[in-house]
């Protein structure tokens, strides 16, 4: 396959940087007269240092212009579209996107053959049916291409030729301008090790505050959707309203407060299963087990934690709602004779079901919990004359009890972050109800519900799900940086 | 003083309390205590002496079977008290250790209250029959551990929380609380100041009157102190034992002179 320009440039760039690195080095060992020992670092360090400055600058001017190139020619191409072509029920953005389409349409077509280069630039939609030679090359349009749609992809594309071809200059210039720079500075006195040193630490720091940038910006992104929503839906109703109803024709009730009742419950009720057999089953590997079990059941356990979520579900909705129901519902037929429960989703049947995800994620954090509890302190009640599970009820449980309280907080912020269980095995009715019976839903699932099929990005019923995906973050965040704090503590307690 | 020691050294009865018979300590392939025999009397103050490393911890964790709690660790021979064979089958280590109790090196207070630590034991072993009982209990115990003036206005705050020092005389009171027939000191002083030192020999010294008390000491002035009987450990050996005045006037082995003169160790 033949390579775009931007593929010359970064290919250009890479044999500037392998050059860069020969030359430096052969450079600095010849201005030691040969011997490496003059040099104030290993030649390798010269010829890194030449490398890194060819590459990393052009590397990331060529990034930021890919990125910048495409906004910049969209808003003016932007200004090309006539108001007449923006037609009743669509929007300029919905132009602008056919612009693009047809922009590319354009270019597979030259790629392909189907037009050369000039009548792709001239071509107009008075002489030529557009919409047909790209359908040839697999390019589908909804309608007819307007004239000032063609014209304006046509300026898409002349644009973005000129702007590709200026940006390769600049890229491979300043590549070569970093190379030349670094080779002329190259003599046994520069520090390149400092340098590539410097270089190392700028690298790491990048990843750093990536991975932090990234986190922000996805706040941000929520904030201002989370925004949008407000202007258009009343907050009050939002966090104090009674009842969940969206109704895609708009006044709709979206009120948190049901979602949050049934996240809560089923929480809950999550922790309540995860939590005692989590924790004795900590207890049990940590404080009984003889290393051969150990080593064993612990690697056991945490296959739980590797299974996927959606398989939970499929087990919520398959296994356990039906075992629930075959007990509780089913009125003679049930195990219990009683009817009190219809369907396979619940409360329960999604509690049960997320309380088993949690078991190794409890499990292996209080096991590590509780064998951070110094060996002195069981001594001390061992010498006293206590036995196993007095001391481990009395002095390594209070010992650990902070750190345990964390590993349940971040439990509960997983369980009421959870999504795939939750979706098939809790139901969809929103309601505030104590009975664990019945099918509720959470605020993960009516993000999922809200956002899937046709979606109009203008109205409060699918900008709620910003606003309910904020709340969790918050909520979650919350509940994160107290369990991180009180486990932090408990470090200190011994360290 | 020294006069009156030796008055009651003569009074001192002389059943064994404890008798030990080729114990033999591995951890792994490290053979910790080699073939040691002996025989701590009843009523008396054993001091074990010895340079570092060479077995005395070891082998007191052995006479309460503290060592049981260490995966690598295996004892050989036989151990009585009281005439019963430790490491019998039928004995239960839980109720040993209750007869005999341990100060560690370390001090290791729990992360309760002053009060819960000394209380701790008693309450185990059911030793109070109410509140009151118990008060006065730890009360005595952390009297005669002489902490008693520096923590009685906060017996509600952490033990954790108290210095070096008092965290031994804590834990020293929470061992005298549970009432042993055996005490197994080891180090107990390290950690203290002349005063506290002096307080914690005039207790040990006190206890003899009903207990047997085994401690670990590496200050030669206070084994000759406290002690009506010393060991010498040397390599996991028990090179030298019997009473202290012989062992520190007149040892018989060379490698005993020359540790109590400060050559070895
Ligand atoms: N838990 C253990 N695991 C393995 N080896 C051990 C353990 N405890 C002690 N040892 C070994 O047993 C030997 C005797 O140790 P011990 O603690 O009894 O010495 P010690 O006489 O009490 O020394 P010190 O005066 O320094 O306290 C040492 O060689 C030590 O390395
Ligand atoms: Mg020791």
């Known amino acids: 396959m033949a390579l775009g320009l931007t593929g010359y440039v970064v290919l250009a760039i890479i044999l500037l ?54 906004m910049i020619i969209e808003n003016s ?27 590319e349409g354009l270019d597979i077509a030259v790629a392909q053959g189907a037009l050369t280069d000039d009548e792709a630039d001239n071509i107009r939609t008075e002489f030529k049916d557009v919409r047909s030679i790209l359908g040839s090359v697999g390019v589908a349009l909804g309608s007819n291409v307007e004239p000032e749609v063609l014209y304006a992809a046509q300026q898409y594309r002349a644009k973005s030729e000129t702007g590709t071809f200026w940006m390769s200059v600049a890229v491979v210039a300043l590549a070569a301008l970093g190379a030349a720079l670094a080779i002329f500075v190259t003599n046994a006195d520069f520090r390149a090790r400092n340098t590539v040193e410097r270089g190392a630490l700028a690298l790491l720091i990048l990843a750093a505050s990536l991975a932090i940038l990234t986190t922000v910006g996805i706040v941000l992104s929520m904030l201002f959707e989370s925004i949008n929503f407000f202007r258009l839906h009343p907050w009050t109703d939002f966090f104090f309203g009674g009842s969940w109803a969206p109704n895609f024709r708009g006044d709709s009730d979206l009120s948190i407060l049901p979602l949050l009742w049934g996240t809560l419950y089923i929480s809950v009720i999550a922790l309540l299963v995860a939590v005692p057999i989590g924790l004795f089953a900590a207890i049990y590997l940590s404080e009984y087990a003889g290393p051969k079990t150990r080593s064993a059941a612990k690697p056991l356990l945490e296959i739980l934690a590797g299974i996927p979520t959606i398989v939970y579900g499929l087990f919520a909705l398959l296994t356990v709602g039906p075992a629930l129901v075959s007990i509780f519902g089913r009125g003679e037929a049930g195990l219990l004779g009683v009817d009190w429960m219809s369907g396979a989703t619940a409360v329960l049947t999604a509690g049960l079901v997320m309380g088993i995800m949690l078991i190794p994620f409890v499990s292996s954090l209080s096991d590590d919990i509780i064998n951070a509890v110094p060996q002195s302190m069981r001594d001390g009640s061992f010498g006293l004359g206590a036995t196993h599970s007095e001391t481990i009820r009395q002095v390594v449980l209070p010992a650990a009890l902070p750190g345990i309280v964390g590993a349940v907080l971040l439990a509960a912020s997983r369980a009421i972050g959870e999504t795939m269980i939750v979706v098939l095995g809790a139901g969809a009715i929103a309601k505030f109800s104590l009975n664990p019976l019945e099918a509720m839903t959470t605020i993960t699932t009516r993000i999922v519900s809200q956002l899937t099929g046709d979606t109009d990005f203008a109205s409060p019923e699918t900008l709620v799900a910003f606003a309910l995906g904020l709340t969790l973050f918050v909520l979650t965040l919350g509940l994160n940086v107290l369990a991180l704090y009180i486990v932090r503590k408990y470090r200190e307690q011994y360290e | 003083m020294n006069d009156m020691r030796i008055l009651e050294r003569d009074v001192d009865t002389n059943t064994i309390k404890i008798a030990a018979r080729g114990v033999q300590v591995y951890y792994g392939d490290n053979h910790a205590i080699k073939d040691v025999d002996v025989d701590i009397q009843d009523k008396t103050v054993t001091a074990f002496i010895g340079p570092s490393g060479c077995g005395k911890s070891t082998f007191l964790r052995c006479l309460n079977r503290m060592n049981d709690t260490i995966d690598v660790c295996r004892v050989e021979g036989d151990i009585h008290i009281d005439g019963e064979d430790i490491y019998d089958k039928r004995v239960d280590p839980v109720q040993l250790r209750a007869k005999v109790g341990m100060v560690f090196q370390k001090p290791n207070p729990f992360p309760k209250s002053i009060y819960d630590n000394v209380a701790y034991g008693p ?143």
Not at chain 2, 152 to 171: E, F, I, M, N, V
Not at chain 2, 234 to 241: A, D, I, R, S, T
Request: aromatic share 8%; with cysteine; charged share 20%.
């Open chain 2, 123 to 265: 309450r185990i072993h059911g030793l109070a029959k109410n509140k009151a009982e118990l008060d006065e209990i730890v009360e005595n115990a952390l009297r005669r551990a002489a902490i008693w003036s520096e923590v009685k206005d906060r017996l509600t705050a952490p033990g954790t929380g108290l210095s070096g020092g008092q965290q031994q005389r804590l834990c020293i009171a929470r061992a005298v609380a549970t009432e042993p027939e055996v005490l197994l000191m080891d180090e107990p002083c390290s950690a203290l100041d002349p005063i506290a030192t002096a307080q914690v020999e005039e207790l040990i010294d006190e206890l003899r009157q009903n207990y047997s008390v085994v401690i670990v000491t590496h200050s030669m002035q206070q084994a000759a102190r406290v002690s009506q009987k010393t060991a010498f450990f040397h390599l996991g050996n028990l090179v030298e034992y019997g009473e202290t005045g012989n062992i520190f006037t007149n040892p018989e082995d060379p490698r005993t002179e020359s540790y109590i003169t400060g050559r070895i160790g």
């Open chain 1, 77 to 103: 191409v932007f200004k090309l579209i006539p108001e007449r072509i923006v037609s009743e029920g669509s929007s300029r953005g919905l132009v602008m996107s056919d612009v693009r389409r047809v922009a």
């Open chain 1, 17 to 70: 940087t392998v050059a860069a690195f020969f030359m430096a080095r052969s450079r600095a060992k010849s201005t030691a007269g040969g011997d490496i020992r003059l040099l104030h670092s290993l030649p390798n360090y010269y010829g890194y240092n030449a490398a890194m400055f060819a590459a990393v600058p052009a590397f990331g001017v060529l990034m930021i212009w890919l990125l910048a190139q495409p």
